[in-house]
């Protein structure tokens, strides 16, 4: 069993759609991160977060400890937020486990 | 800043070759992680270093992968020897670690062992 589950593995939208992509895990965290890799590969790391909520531009993040369970939302998605988005967890002990991605096309 | 940088961006070895991969983190940056992502195991920690010291290596495939940290600026991957299994992207991040920061990634190296 993986420590970090993502869903869904692949999604497709339509532009302007909110998205919400799902992660959850099974080991005590001490952070949980968001990245995203682009098509061309480079990887951008987008929240690093330990509980509530983050928001950057037309991105949340919100984290729910109890649960173990992390969304990342895209409001008004766009061609542009085409690609890999990797949910990783740092536990107690300073170990780094990485989900498996949820490849996201946005269609204009 | 010009941010994270790796060379080379591609590399094409022979088995059984040496390779190092070069990383320099941003300037003032106290944490450096190296990482490997492939088809079939996506991305993966291999090591990351605190104030140049490794802290968690147990990520490094095999005795054949080494890393150092000889300052602040400056970090290398060693494979010796090479294998076609080692093929893949091997990328380096840094951060502030002091909490509630996030790491910035390199490029990438593109490795392949033929």
């Known amino acids: 069993k993986n420590e970090v589950e993502q869903s869904p593995q692949n999604l497709t939208a339509q532009e302007g759609e909110f998205i919400t992509i799902n992660c959850s895990y099974s080991v005590g965290i001490s952070a949980l991160h968001w990245l995203q890799q682009h098509p061309g590969g480079g990887i951008v790391s987008l929240f690093m977060?330990?509980?509530g909520k983050k928001k950057h531009g037309r991105l949340i993040a919100t984290i729910n400890i109890q649960e173990k369970h992390s969304s990342l939302h895209i409001t008004a998605s766009h061609p542009r937020d085409s690609a890999v988005y990797i949910c990783a967890v740092t536990n107690t002990g300073n170990q780094f486990y990485f989900g498996t991605g949820t490849s996201l096309t946005v269609i204009p | 800043d010009a941010g994270v940088i790796q060379s080379p961006r591609h590399e094409v070895t022979e088995m059984g070759q040496e390779v190092t991969l070069r990383c320099k983190p941003i300037?003032?940056?106290?944490?450096l992680f190296w990482y490997r992502q492939t088809m079939m195991r996506g991305l993966e920690l291999l090591i990351y270093f605190n104030n140049n010291v490794p802290i968690d290596d147990s990520g490094m495939p095999e005795d054949r992968f080494s890393a150092k940290m000889p300052n602040a600026s400056f970090s290398t991957l060693k494979i010796q020897p090479s294998e076609p299994r080692d093929s893949a992207v091997y990328f380096c991040a840094s951060s502030f670690w002091e909490g509630d920061t996030e790491a910035f990634f390199g490029q990438g190296t593109r490795l392949t062992v033929v």
């Open positions: 300037s003032g940056h106290n944490s």
């Open positions: 977060l330990s509980s």
